[in-house]
Nanobody, 116 residues
């Protein structure tokens, strides 16, 4: 069974930081591109970052400079470090795993709320 489980979200003040984690099971993790998306209520889900099997990172324009994606293949985990959080970062953050150009699994998401 393929399973992706996000964690690390929470309530944080503007300017704070969070590191989100996504733990994968049921796949050969190192064979998959891993991505982070986010979705605020009433808004479309948007890609924020992706990382290739070789560890190359890509970011949406909105994420450049404050977001860092990384992966630890030994732990079957992908991370998203978010610095200098802003209220507009408030969303449910989801990870997915992709292979051969297709998304294979989604996690259930972790809530990030940025508020003073």
């Amino acid at each position: 069974q393929v399973q992706l489980v996000e964690s690390g979200g929470g309530l944080v003040q503007p300017g704070g930081s969070l590191r989100l984690s996504c733990a994968a099971s049921g796949i050969i993790f190192s064979d998959y591109v891993m991505n982070w998306y986010r979705q605020a209520p009433g808004k479309q889900r948007e890609l924020v970052a992706g990382i290739t099997t070789g560890g190359s990172a890509n970011y949406a324009d909105s994420a450049k400079g404050r977001f860092t994606i990384s992966r630890d293949n030994a732990k079957n985990t992908v991370y998203l470090q978010i610095n200098t959080l802003k209220p507009e970062d408030t969303a449910v953050y989801y990870c997915n795993a992709a292979r051969f150009g297709a998304i294979r699994a989604w996690g259930q998401g972790t809530q990030v709320t940025v508020s003073s």
